[in-house]
């Protein structure tokens, strides 16, 4: 960054742009700022990517938080154990109620306003724009990071914590799929990508799937950028694009587009012009 002053923020003192990744990470606790609480075995894994670009930039401007609680530290005996056989039998481990529930309980108890708890889990509703819009709302998220096998269910019925899918597919830990939580939950917060994107023109936000992008060179690899786009005609152009998102839509997201015809008030299965 060519310009080395320190960057001021909303209830922040002072901030290098330099700063290391950890260093993004609140010690102190900033009043009414949304407020991510991972609960996680690998604290460094945090902020990872959401140290990057503009989320890591919303995080040094205190326009959000984050916050880890190291769930080893919550562990028993001299080797802070965390985890133990599955009852029944069957392979590899499972993270224990009682040290889980020690630290669901601090996340709590440090949490101000109306915060969910969620346990990252391929049983659970599949994240979307709609649950991260909802959670953008609120005033910050506690999540739960499983390893191994999973967590012990007596844990998830005793806090009422939801459970919370990134996709259909088995993922070695809950890191990753907090992470990708956070990233689609923070860019919503006002402010946060300011003008660098608009949340209501992309993908889902209108119930469609966005219009192709192009850029410059106007001809590359012998394929010229289409002619609309260049014709400054504004209403052409926005008619362009939401043709191009209906037709993308409905070609690869038959259930979106169906879902986006009956919003319209048109029957899902018949396709007349909208
Ligand atoms: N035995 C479990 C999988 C455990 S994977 C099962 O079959 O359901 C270990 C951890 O990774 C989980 O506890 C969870 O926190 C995380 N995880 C795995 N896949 C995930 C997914 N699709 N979405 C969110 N978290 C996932």
């Known amino acids: ?60 401007e205190g326009l959000w938080q984050l916050r880890t609680l190291d769930l080893r530290s919550f562990g028993e005996g001299r080797h802070r154990n965390v985890d133990d056989t599955p ?67 007596r844990v998830i019925e005793h806090f009422g914590i939801q459970e919370v899918s ?10 990753i799929a907090a992470q990708a939580l956070i990233d689609a939950t923070v860019r919503l917060i006002p402010r946060v990508l300011g003008n660098h994107a608009s949340t209501e023109e992309e993908s889902f936000s209108s119930g469609l799937l966005e219009h192709p992008q192009y850029t410059k060179p106007a001809v590359w690899d012998g394929r010229a950028i289409p002619e609309v786009l260049l014709s400054g005609n504004h209403a052409k152009i926005a008619a362009w694009r939401r043709d191009m998102a209906e037709r993308l839509t409905k070609e690869r997201r038959p259930d979106l587009w169906r879902a986006y015809r009956a919003a319209h008030g048109l029957d899902p299965d018949e396709d007349q012009e909208l």
């Open 87 to 153: 009852a029944g039998g069957g392979a590899g481990m499972v993270l224990r109620a009682d040290i889980l529930a020690a630290a669901v309980s601090q996340a709590l108890a440090q949490a101000r306003g109306q915060v969910p708890v969620i346990y990252l889990s391929p049983r659970g509703q599949r994240l979307d724009q709609a649950m991260a819009q909802r959670l953008a709302q609120g005033d910050g998220v506690i999540l739960l990071c499983g390893r191994f096998e999973g967590v012990d269910e």
């Open 1 to 60: 960054m060519a310009d080395e002053k320190p960057l001021r923020a909303a209830g922040r003192k002072s901030i290098r742009p330099t700063a290391q990744p950890r260093d993004l990470m609140a010690e102190e606790d900033l009043a009414g700022v949304w407020t991510a609480q991972v609960i996680t075995l690998f604290p460094q894994a945090f902020p990872g990517v959401l140290g990057e670009s503009l989320t890591g930039r919303a995080l040094q």
């Open 166 to 175: 990134l996709g259909d597919f088995v993922l070695t830990g809950g890191e």
